[in-house]
């Protein structure tokens, strides 16, 4: 049965539902076991960070196709796991995929974490792996997760540190933008890469021992250079407008030259940096 209704969306992340429940949120959907090989490192760390005990009600916020709603729920059973997004697509595929593993448990819904009206308490853990960093209005959103966590609870994010840190980010736009100017992304407090930023925001939401823990890792890309290529272009080709068929060439040369010097046995492999970020709601 389907829980669907049109999500209510604070008007600061008008643009990413747009995103996610358009085209971006279809790529993604149909390379959700990809994305989640990317970051496979990361998950076990990320894991015994948000400490989920039998019994636990866990909230996942932007769940995507559910990998860590699934990890979650067997970790809570016979506790529950609620994951929300705001891509229609990659929950309709979360929900298939948990009742494949036979996760009964595993509750998915499109919704705006920011503004959704959860219940005040409701949850033991809250988490969110690459999610949470894209909120519109994060003062206004940690407040409410805030809010749906009870007192004493636990909170674990993972965010990607500044860009310049990521092997990965910074190699596909040096080579994708062919030496053009473009802008940066901005280190805006709702990117969750700047650690007093951070500190404060949490603080100052409801959360208390603020601690964020910087790890590394090798992301995977894709098997061999054939493949890491058309996964990358999928994601970064936008990169690339503006440039003539010459440019948009050589760009492509480029990249997979640098796919072939990172190539090994696990495949194309870039680094990669993220924040661990810890926290108790008081």
Known sequence: MSER??????????????????????????RAERFDEGVARYQD????????????AVLDIGCGAGRTTRDAARLAGPGTALGVD?????????????????????????ADAQVHPFPDGAFDVAVSRHGAMFFGDPPAAFANVARAVRAGGRLALLSWQPWQRNEWVSTFRAILSAGRELPAPPPSPGSLRDPDQVRELLTAAGFADVRLHGLTEPMCFGRDVDDAFRFVVGQFGWLMDGLDDDGRARAADDLRASMAEHL??????YGSAAWLIEARRR
């Open 86 to 110: 705001l891509s229609s697509r990659m929950v309709d595929l979360a929900r298939e995929l948990a009742a494949r593993e036979g996760l009964g448990n595993a509750r998915f819904l499109q």
């Open 45 to 56: 760390r990320f894991l015994a960070a948000a400490a989920i005990e039998p019994g636990s």
């Open 5 to 30: 209704t049109a999500p209510v969306v604070d008007p600061s992340n008008a643009e990413q539902l747009r995103a996610w429940d358009g085209d971006q949120g279809a790529y993604w959907a149909t």
């Open 264 to 269: 090994t046995d696990g495949g194309v492999r």
